[in-house]
């Protein structure tokens, strides 16, 4: 799926919230790549987006950020997709998913309006 606007992005979380769905990868075309030796360019960025049980989740890495999920809603459930892990209490209303979302979008860069932990 091609997320252009904020349409798309209800597009999206919509698709993620059906039954049987799984985590979904996220590039933003407007970055830089990076050569990877196995595989050639690559975006400079991983980013994963899941909705679990009514949670938004959301993973983060490039050059300027380790890896980290988001700190969520302390009960929120942790979530196993198919290539993306997301641990208890890093689940966030699909409010809070969507305006991380809009803002990737619009700005390209690891979204500031929400609170991001690494991993223990």
């Not at 769905?21 to 980013?47: F, Q």
Request: aromatic residues 10%.
């Amino acid at each position: 799926m091609v997320v252009r606007d904020p349409a798309d992005i209800d597009r999206l979380i919509a698709a993620l919230s059906e039954p049987g769905a799984t985590a979904a990868m996220v590039h933003h075309s407007g970055r830089p790549k990076v050569y990877d030796e196995d595989l050639g360019e690559v975006p400079d960025h991983d980013m994963t987006i899941g909705v679990w049980q009514g949670f938004g989740y959301l993973s983060f890495a490039d050059l300027d950020h380790d890896f980290a999920h988001l700190d969520g809603v302390p009960g929120s459930p942790g979530f196993a997709a198919d290539y993306a892990e997301y641990p208890a209490g890093s689940g966030v209303t699909l409010q809070e998913l969507r305006a991380a979302l809009a803002e990737f979008l619009e700005s390209a860069q690891r979204p500031t309006r929400v609170n991001w932990r690494e991993p223990m």
